[in-house]
């Protein structure tokens, strides 16, 4: 059985306030990004000619054991939260086991692994953790595989689902008595098809010889198996959620009219794809799925998160990705037909000042809706960013994207708190706090920030202070409000 591990409760918003989230996830301690190898013609991985470095959090399974749910990225573990949107980071051995984690309850106990030959066994999933023997085929031959998702049906077979690249998706029967043996040979389950536009390789599916259809999740509704996978790579910023239905874990599979699930509407949320699909309270669905940065290196990614639906005809649905304040989990007992809080970003465009800005780095760029920009202060000390709303609206919360500036970790540069404030003005010159986290101790780059609804007319960021040796930047600053 899976133990229960009592933990001193996180920080909670004041009960008065709706519980509320907003993408990309507000998630603390995020693990540095591991840069990979950069080989002669894939120079497109790297995305830059000398990566400098930088944080990541991507391919998230999540998975829920008892009341509490766990997050296993990749490149390192794990997270815990009790509502899905407070998050406590946990360090586990092993604490990178490479790309595409996945875990399982299985007979009793955990089962862990991720691309490549290797598994790992606990009772609990904050450890301990053994290394079990390598992976073999059902002949004993060494075997590998990538992007698995591990599977248990309600007959108790496990299945693993693997895959990366052109030749798209298998599945596996796994040995009950022992998870590193194969029980069969693998199935084929589907190939990238170029008639889906969606799966064509690049930027703008314009190389219909090849993809990358990865990141496989299994999710089993109402007697069907939904099969879903991503494609054309993560590096892009098409990169989207597909499914396949079958009547059996194995199929036939058959691809569903209602594709890809999840794919960016061209505002800040891009690069939707590689995600898990996990139960939360009251029944509800959840999809946790990567999105893409892309700044310092090609696999610079954070986590997002919307309601899973089945439509009419039983096909799979994602609501998302959404970008402005959404209701958490348990709040809404049907969040598939809408979870908006009716919030609108009020920032985004406005003219916007600063204390100081960097010639490239104006404060503008830190309201254009975009995550590959941003604001980045010349000056020392406190700074700050002012957006001018044009009339007065009541303002309800804010999200704050720290761009973590100089990060340099061989050079002693590291993560740590930002501290600030965010101040409400009618007349641009008395100016009242909305939110104070001037002793912030929590490293936690993105921050989402929910406050009684106050009017004003104007708004102000006040960075107090920044992690020793970094530049203050901001990807982006969005205060939510209606009229």
């Not at 920032?347 to 590959?372: F, K, M």
């Amino acid at each position: 059985m899976v133990v229960s591990l009592v933990v001193a409760a996180v920080a909670r918003m004041p009960a008065q306030l709706p519980r509320t989230y907003c993408n990309p996830l507000p998630i603390p301690e995020i693990q540095p990004g591991t840069r990979g190898v950069k080989t002669p013609g894939k120079g497109r991985w790297m995305m830059t000619d000398v990566a400098r470095d930088f944080r990541s959090m991507a391919d998230p399974t999540v998975v829920r054991l008892g009341s509490r749910w766990y997050l296993f990225p990749s490149n390192g573990m794990l997270w815990y939260s009790d509502d899905l949107v407070h998050w406590t980071h946990h360090a586990i051995e092993p604490k990178d086991i490479g790309w595409a984690p996945t875990v399982v309850a299985y007979r009793g106990a955990l089962y862990l692994t991720a691309g490549g030959d290797r598994m790992w066994t606990a009772q609990d999933p904050l450890g301990p953790w053994k290394l079990l023997p390598r992976l073999r085929d059902a002949e004993g031959t060494p075997a590998s595989w990538k992007d698995p998702c591990l599977f248990v049906d309600r007959d108790g077979t496990l299945y693993c689902y693997y895959g990366l690249g052109t030749d798209g998706i298998y599945v596996v029967k796994l040995d009950p008595a022992d998870p590193t043996r194969f029980a069969s040979a693998p199935v084929h389950c589907f190939a990238f098809n170029p008639a889906h536009l969606w799966e064509r390789f690049g930027e703008h599916h314009e190389d219909p010889s090849k993809s990358s259809i990865e990141g496989s999740w299994m999710t089993r509704h109402n007697g069907r198996y939904y099969l879903q996978y991503s494609a054309p790579g993560t590096i892009f910023r098409d990169y989207a959620v597909g499914c396949y239905i079958g009547d059996t874990p194995l199929g036939p599979w058959h691809y569903q009219h209602r594709n890809p699930i999840l794919l960016q509407k061209g505002g800040l949320i891009n690069g939707c794809g590689h995600h898990s699909i996990v139960e939360g309270p009251d029944g509800t669905w959840w999809c946790f799925y990567t999105l893409l940065v892309r700044i310092e290196h090609g696999f610079e990614r954070r986590v997002g998160m919307d309601p899973v639906g089945f439509d009419a005809n039983g096909e799979m649905f994602v609501r998302g990705p959404s970008e402005t304040p959404q209701f958490a989990p348990g709040v809404v007992k049907d969040p598939w037909n809408g979870n908006s809080q009716g919030l609108q970003n009020l920032t985004s465009g406005y003219q916007t000042s600063a204390s100081t800005y960097v010639v490239g780095h104006e404060p503008a760029l830190a309201e254009d809706d975009n995550i590959r920009t941003w604001w980045e202060a010349s000056g020392e000390g406190t700074q700050w960013l002012r957006v001018d709303l044009e009339r007065v609206y009541d303002l309800y919360s804010a999200r704050t994207m720290f761009a973590d500036r100089g990060l340099d970790y061989a050079a002693g540069i590291v993560p740590g708190p930002y501290r600030y404030r965010i101040e409400g003005s009618l007349d641009g010159k008395s100016w009242f706090t909305l939110l104070d986290k001037s002793d912030n101790t929590v490293d936690q780059p993105i921050e989402y920030d929910a406050w009684a609804p106050r009017p004003a007319r104007y708004v102000r960021l006040v960075v107090l202070s920044a992690p020793k040796g970094m530049r203050l930047g901001v990807w982006e600053f969005s205060v939510f409000g209606r009229a």
